[in-house]
């Protein structure tokens, strides 16, 4: 992690422009800021502190960054206005309830990317991450995952999910994973799983359709899971 300037406060405004050399975002800085609609991230940005956006029911634009490497716990929890967050290579970690209660959230997408040596990034996603985000359907996750946390994706409106590749050895779905996505109905597990969560897909009603990423594509036998 770089280190360097940290903005620890700023006048609220409607469109707010991270300064350019500000490397860390500090706890809780514009956190329930109700005039805050669009906001633009400096390529020097490495961290984004716990709860800095979080309850910003009207912001509805992030322009994040491609240096970004770390959004913290909660950081935009409850910014029921925000239906887009595409992610640039770099990032690598997601705290819990990063983007959970972000209502009208449609589309995820995180990028691949790689470090100057041209090792590719690696994702960890914490807990509850995006939680209850009801109407998000559409999610592309580019790069390989070292960890998920518990309850990631619960009560999300997606119909389909790709669980990318994990860094083995373990590979896993973690618990309440997709707990309650009452719409879910087709998913593609990663390579070489090892473990399924207790719960994962409980409330599941929609499953139809569940294939294992491996050679030959292997096709599930729903009786596994426990979906109701």
């Known amino acids: 992690m770089k280190t360097g300037k940290i903005l620890m406060e700023c006048e609220p ?5 991270i300064p ?15 005039i805050l ?19 910003c029911e009207n912001l509805k634009y992030v322009y994040f960054n491609s240096s970004l ?50 090792c590719p990034y690696i994702m960890n996603i914490c807990d509850s991450a995006f ?35 994990m860094v083995r050895p373990f590979v896993y779905i973690s618990d309440h994973m997709f707990l309650n996505c009452t719409e879910l109905k087709n998913v593609v597990l990663p390579r070489d799983l090892v473990e399924i969560g207790e719960d994962a897909f409980r409330g599941c009603i929609s499953l139809d359709h569940v294939v294992k990423k491996d050679e030959e594509w292997e096709e599930i036998d729903l009786d596994k899971f426990r979906i109701t």
């Open 13 to 17: 405004a409607r469109i707010l422009r």
């Open 20 to 34: 350019d050399g500000i490397t860390h975002i500090d706890e809780g800085l514009m956190t329930d800021c109700e």
């Open 37 to 55: 609609e669009e906001l633009h991230l400096p390529y020097s940005l490495v961290k984004i502190g716990t709860e800095a956006f979080s309850g």
């Open 69 to 118: 490497e770390e959004i913290g716990d909660y950081a935009f929890q409850g910014c029921t206005s925000l239906e887009d967050v595409d992610l640039e290579g770099s990032l690598n970690w997601i705290g819990e309830s990063a983007f959970s209660e972000c209502s009208k959230l449609e589309r995820l997408r995180i990028w691949k990317g790689a470090d100057s040596k041209g």
């Open 131 to 165: 939680a209850r985000c009801s109407n998000l359907k559409y999610i592309d996750i580019g790069k390989r995952v070292e960890d998920w946390g518990d309850a990631v994706f619960l009560g999300c409106g997606m119909e389909s999910f790709v669980c990318p590749d």
